[in-house]
């Protein structure tokens, strides 16, 4: 028989594997697919522990505490499995418009990746739906373990590459295993360790990650003499030197340039985002630097201070130093790119990054600083114009954002965006509506005098000031424009004539936009009537580029040609992955309900509480998915936000599960009220901690973040275990299907989540989660006046 206190160590390694994997996985879709992919992932992993409490709860016989030693051993086979096996289905986004059996593989993917959460879900549910009296000490074991593997894969992932580091995270459930199992286990565990080991150190050609040959860095491959030159891993990034003809690196460059461009090196990043680093070493190489639209500031204004915002491979730094800036730093969002540079690139680029350069959030580090600087300078631009997901959070370019960058320019200084021509278009419009507003909130009354735009036949070049274009100012912008046969888009003065004479496009009135959105008297009708929504964006709703408009979708439709792909890039995958996962999840959270009726002891008592199964699911991770999302402006990388927030919720969670079942008085119906009380203070108090923390170093901003989330984490792994032993003692047949409840709603969640805060902002996540604690605190309360306690 199994012995009683192997089980929460068991649980605790079955957890860490399970979320360690889910983590990897994240970074296995980010490269292999596209990142908005992964968001897959949280799907599949919440519907595999879902399907375990259906499987217990239509099976009785699996409800053995002699299994939960076989159920590890299931999972620390399944994680590398279900990885070797899903990277040979042919499954890319990009094909489904033309290859119906990618729905097909789809499905695949969902079945073949769902299996190892599958596995875990036994455990953690097989040991609640025995001992349910134990439930604190079980539920504190799976989040203390879940923390632990939220924080230990990102050290795996700094060694190893994600597809290898899969091979290593199977060994903690065998060692689950190896622990519960008799002899006859024991043997066969150790033999999957070693065949675990000599994968990770010597993987076979058919677990190399798989790559859509759509992404950036495979298309760039694909050309005559092109070549991969070395691969970098980080726990947040692939990085891919290569050369290729594809690499030619120089944004809307004048057509009456006519010279070869240097040598330059492209850089991948998850083999999609491609930027260049450019051979710095011959001055008279570099001339066409001086015929790109990011020069215009240059050309125009003081340059002896510059800032130079997310350079990447280093061109716009290259353009401030050819025009003399004598103060220049480099602020690279991320240091990844920099330490490549730096380490194998650092003759060859100039230097770009030695001296003064800053990684992480240019606005952090301005926020610490008194610098005030003739020029900021900010690229959005790769060597291919490529667009980027709708809903991946943008804390750059929102109105505080502007704000911060205009208040630390000198008197007469600019700051200048650069960004390709993507048509429909839309980025431009909204970083021209929030610049404006930006400057409305600094106390500039007419933004139409401040701000000017060039355009060239591909890149766009938008400049901002806080003291009005001069007529010097407007001049220099007239020659610049005209030496180089770009056309000026807005400046002060300039006529609907001027505004076209190089580039001509057709259905795209850039002049008549710029002027109706710098207009405060015609820029809410314009924002209104656009076909997109280009409205300002601010921290509580960071989604920069989502442009879509629900009640406008047909007419997007039509106008992209009938692509629904379109839709999905835009950001409505997130709608298409909840229909996915409601479809799936529906029978998960049917069937045992259905089969408990059944049940000779399954009676009205117990199933009083399944709402607040629901509700605990859909409150813990509506609160948790905010959580992350807003601690990534102080954090100043989504990675950095997913490690902290997992590690300290996941933790003090635990910990909280642990003194439930210690304390009496943690286990009264008012917690969750309590609960609840505490998110709504956190959501009017986390914007003062991110600028109160702002300026420290990342690691006190990592720990500040770490103790700051432990109280409310400590609260929220209280109500789950206290729920499942008061449902263990009036109906303990419930228990499987209480947890696939509550697995059913944590898949619908975090995707609500994002939904409800590109509508209504993250304020209104967090007061929706607090909403759910607030009704499980009530649904505790009738349950005890209904049994009379």
């Not at 292999?32 to 099976?59: D, E, P, R």
């Not at 990102?154 to 295993?177: N, T």
């Not at 020069?295 to 350079?311: M, N, S, W």
């Not at 000031?465 to 888009?489: C, Q, V, W, Y």
């Amino acid at each position: 028989m199994t012995s009683d206190r192997k089980i929460p160590l068991a649980i605790l390694l079955c957890s860490s594997a399970s979320l360690a994997y889910e983590v990897a996985l994240t970074r296995i879709f980010s490269i292999s697919l596209w990142y908005h992919y992964a968001f897959m992932i949280i799907g599949i992993a919440m519907l595999g522990f879902a399907a375990s409490g259906t499987a217990l709860a239509l099976q009785p016989r699996l409800r053995e505490m002699g299994k939960l030693g076989p159920y590890a051993l299931l999972l620390g086979i399944a994680i590398p499995a279900s990885y070797l096996l899903a990277n040979q289905v042919p499954f890319d986004p990009v094909r489904l418009s033309w290859e119906k059996s990618q729905f097909f593989h789809l499905a695949l993917y969902y079945l073949i990746l769902a299996l190892p959460f599958f596995c875990t879900g036994l455990v953690v549910a097989t040991a609640f739906a025995v001992q349910s009296g134990r439930s604190g000490l079980f539920y504190g074991a799976d989040l203390l373990g879940a923390g632990l593997g939220s924080m230990g894969v990102l050290f795996l992932l700094g060694v190893a590459a994600p597809e290898r580091a899969v091979f290593v995270i199977a060994a903690a459930p065998l060692a689950a295993a190896w622990a519960l199992g008799g002899t006859g286990i024991r043997s066969f565990t150790l033999l999957l360790i070693g065949l675990d080991l000599l994968l990770f150190l010597s993987p076979p050609g058919f677990a190399e990650l798989r790559i859509s040959p759509y992404k950036g860095l495979k298309a760039a491959l694909r050309y005559p003499g092109a070549a991969l030159l070395k691969t970098y891993h980080t726990p947040f990034a692939r990085i891919d030197t290569f050369e290729s003809p594809a690499v030619r690196f120089a944004p809307g460059l004048s057509l009456g340039y006519l010279d070869p461009l240097p040598r330059q090196i492209g850089l991948a990043t998850d083999a999609g985002e491609i930027s260049a680093v450019t051979a710095a070493g011959d001055p008279a190489s570099l001339a066409f630097l001086d015929y790109l639209p990011s020069a215009l500031p240059y050309y125009i204004g003081g340059r002896e201070r510059v800032l130079t915002i997310d350079p990447q491979g280093g061109l716009q730094a290259l353009v401030a130093r050819r025009f003399g800036a004598e103060y220049l730093v480099k602020a690279e969002t991320d240091p990844a790119i920099v330490a490549v540079i730096r380490r194998d690139w650092g003759e060859f680029s100039g230097n770009i990054y030695d001296g003064r350069t800053v990684t992480g959030l240019a606005r952090s580090w301005l926020a610490g600083t008194g610098d005030k600087f003739d020029i900021i300078d900010i690229s959005l631009q790769g060597t291919e114009p490529y667009g980027s997901f709708g809903i991946a959070e943008e804390y750059r370019f929102t109105v505080e954002a502007f704000t911060e960058y205009l208040r630390h320019l000198e008197g007469d200084g600019m700051l200048a965006v650069n960004l390709y021509i993507i048509p429909p278009p839309r980025t431009e419009f909204r970083l021209l509506a929030t610049m404006a507003q930006a400057l409305a909130e600094l106390g500039v009354a007419e933004p139409a005098r401040h701000m000017a735009a060039v355009r060239s036949w591909g890149s766009l070049c938008i400049l901002a000031k806080r003291s009005p274009l001069t007529a010097a100012d407007t001049e220099g912008i007239r020659r610049f424009a005209r030496e180089r046969r770009f056309d000026p888009l807005w400046f002060p003065g300039l006529t609907a004539a001027e505004a076209s004479v190089y580039v001509k496009s057709r259905g795209t009135d850039y002049f008549r936009a710029f002027a109706a959105i710098l207009d405060p008297a015609q820029r809410e009708r314009f924002l209104a009537d656009y076909l997109f929504d280009v409205a300002p964006v601010r921290d509580d709703r960071p989604f920069f580029r989502y442009f879509l408009k629900l009640p406008r979708s047909a007419e997007i439709y039509r106008i992209m040609g009938g692509k629904w792909q379109f839709f999905l890039e835009e950001g409505y995958i997130v709608p298409a992955v909840l229909v996915q996962v409601a479809v799936l999840g529906l029978p998960l959270l049917l069937l045992p309900l259905l089969a408990g009726r059944r049940e000779r002891n399954s009676g009205a008592p117990g199933r009083r509480l399944l709402p607040s199964f629901a509700l605990l699911g859909l409150g813990f991770m509506l609160v948790e998915t905010a959580l992350i999302q807003k601690i990534i402006l102080p954090l100043e990388h989504p990675s950095y936000a997913v490690a902290t927030a997992l590690a300290s919720l996941l933790v003090s969670s635990g910990i909280g599960s642990l003194m439930s079942s210690r304390f009496a008085p943690l286990r009264s119906h008012l917690v969750p009220a309590a609960i609840a009380l505490l998110i709504v203070i956190y959501s009017f108090t986390l914007p003062a901690l991110s600028a109160a923390i702002a300026p420290a170093a990342l690691p006190a901003k990592v720990l500040l973040v770490f103790l700051a989330l432990l109280p409310l984490g400590l609260l929220m792994g209280i109500p789950f275990p206290v729920v499942i032993q008061r449902l263990g003692l009036v109906d303990p047949l419930l228990i499987p299907s209480a947890w696939a409840i509550n697995g059913t709603l944590s898949v619908l969640a975090p995707l609500l989540a994002i939904m409800t805060a590109t509508a209504f902002g993250f304020v209104s996540v967090f007061w929706v989660g607090a909403s759910c604690y607030l009704l499980v605190c009530l649904n505790l309360r009738a349950f005890a006046r209904g049994n009379g306690h």
